[in-house]
């Protein structure tokens, strides 16, 4: 059965190597490009602290460090989990 809690960001790193351009032409290297990011997020669940990162798409907003975003996780295994 899966719950649900709330839990914290506090990580994003930015994806460097993985680079999309949105644009037929560029003037730079960087012109237009846009890049996907890793999001770790710290949960609890009876006491015990857990991590979970997630990868966000490029072009998709991404939660700012200290943001609460909701966990669903396995009541079995709390260590299963999905940033929702």
Sequence with gaps: MDRVTSGTVIKISKQW???INTKPVRMHALDGAIF???IKVQYVV???????????????????IGKAVEVRYREDRPQWAKVL
């Design 17 to 19: 190597w993985l680079k």
């Design 36 to 38: 996907p990011h890793i």
């Design 46 to 64: 009876d006491g015990r602290i857990y991590c979970k990162r997630k990868w966000i798409r490029a072009g998709c907003p991404v939660p700012p």
